[in-house]
C-alpha cells in the first residue's frame, strides 16, 4: 500500500514540475552534446507555444544547464527567424550572459563553470514596443567565442 501511493504522489509531483516548462525544440547543425547540456526550459507566461511575447513589457528566461566542458565566458545569440532568415533580436543578441549565471542554490556562479554541474540562466528581457507584431521562431544560444553551449528554437507571437 505505501509503495503504490508513494509512486502515485511521486508520479503527479513530477507532472506538476513539468507542467511549468516551456515546451522548445533541440537546435539543428550543432556540436554532439550542446542539446543534452539545457535540461529544462522556463518562459514567463508561456507552457506552449507559441509563446506571445507582448510589446512594452518584461519576460523572464529560465534556462537550466550541464555544460560539458569548463567555460570562461558566455554571451548570448538570439535571433528571430523570420521567412527562414535570422534576424538579431534587439536588446538581446550578443549580450554577457556570465552576469545572469547562477548555481542550484540561486548564489551568483563563480567563474569559469565547472563541466558536469547545474547551472541556471535567468534573464529578464524587454519585448520592446519598436519590435514588429510578427510570429517568429526564436533561436537563442548561450556561447563562448564560436562554440555553442546551449540551444534552444521556441516559436512565438509579438502581440
Known sequence: MFKSTFFILATIFCLLILADATKYRDCQNVRSGVNDALKSLEISGCDKPPCKLRRGTQTTLRESFIPDRNIKQLKTSVKAI????????????????????????????????????????????????????VAPIVHWSLVEGDDVVTCFLVNARIV
Not at 521567412?83 to 551568483?108: E, H, M, R
Not at 563541466?115 to 528581457?125: D, L, R, T, V
Request: glycine share 8%.
Open 82 to 133: 523570420l521567412l527562414g532568415l535570422p534576424v538579431p533580436f534587439i536588446g538581446v543578441d550578443n549580450v554577457d550572459a556570465s552576469k545572469d549565471i547562477y548555481t542550484t542554490d540561486g548564489q551568483k556562479a563563480d567563474w569559469p563553470l565547472l563541466a558536469g554541474k547545474e547551472y541556471h540562466y535567468i534573464n529578464s528581457f524587454a519585448v520592446e514596443k519598436f519590435y514588429p507584431t
